[in-house]
């Protein structure tokens, strides 16, 4: 009898109270779970330590690479998933995971497309209808590359991809939003500065203005109503926050 190959399902979290029972669960066909939680202030950890199978550890987040790759190093097997709290995983989903793995393919890694839920509503388009990212990939070959934020899997071979979705639920609330656009916004700043970028009025205007204009009238996010509005808003905010912090950065006040 062929040998099931097993599977290790990784997670970072920061206060992802509102997910992590539901997505601990819908791990159940993981051979193994491990969370590497930024010391959380809510009830996360809390209802991590309720699951006794899965494998809790703490960190302090300095960024999203070194926090996912350290991440991979705890895992025991050779096949990752590697999902975000805030995505649901289908049935279909996980039986196509499972059926790939086994027919031992060429591929070290593949790609996952997202639907994108936000304030309750579906998102068709503001730049999220094809929303793509790394999901399922082999430890030996594949780490994060690096980046502060937006970060990527650097794979050592060929990347394919997955015929079914992640439904993405990308809102937890408006502070929590700008929280976490805020701590992009000041990863991102680190990175210029250390790339010695001195911020201008064209950072603090006009590129904040662009990505709004990209995303609301380029990327028709004027047709997500309210929500795509927000998502517009939301990223021309982060943009412009993120000179800010480099301004600041540059001038000793941060």
């Known amino acids: 009898m062929k040998n099931k190959i097993k599977i290790t399902s990784l997670l970072i979290t920061y206060n992802e109270e509102k997910f992590i ?5 819908s791990m159940s066909f993981a051979d193994e779970l491990i969370i590497i939680d930024s010391f959380s202030s809510d009830q996360t950890v809390a209802i991590i330590k309720k699951y006794p199978n899965v494998k809790l550890y703490q960190r302090v987040f300095d ?20 999902f975000d709290a805030d995505e649901e995983i289908t049935p279909l989903l996980k039986e196509e995971i499972m059926n ?27 730049g999220l209808q094809n929303d793509k990212v790394i999901r399922l990939f082999k430890k030996e070959e594949c780490r994060y590359n690096g980046n502060l934020v937006h970060e990527e899997i650097k794979a050592n071979g060929t990347v394919g991809k997955l015929k079914n979705k992640i439904n993405h639920y990308s809102y937890k609330g408006i502070d929590d939003i700008f929280r976490k656009r805020n701590k992009y916004a000041n990863l991102q700043a680190i990175k210029l500065f250390e790339k010695g970028k ?38 021309g905010y ?15 006040l941060n």
């Open 198 to 235: 001195k911020p201008n009025l064209f950072h603090f205007i006009i590129k904040p203005a662009f990505r709004f204009f990209s995303h609301y009238i380029l990327k028709k996010g004027f047709l997500d109503g309210f929500q795509g509005f927000m998502i517009a808003y939301v990223y």
């Open 100 to 126: 790939t793995i086994e027919l031992a393919p060429n591929e070290v890694a593949f790609w996952v497309y997202r639907t994108t839920y936000y304030m309750g509503k579906l998102i068709k388009h503001s």
């Open 63 to 82: 960024d999203f690479s070194s926090q996912k790759n350290y991440a991979i190093e705890k895992a025991s097997n050779d096949w990752i998933i590697f």
């Open 21 to 25: 029972k539901k997505f601990i669960e």
């Open 238 to 252: 982060t943009v412009f926050m993120r000179y800010v912090k480099l301004w600041l950065l540059r001038n000793n």
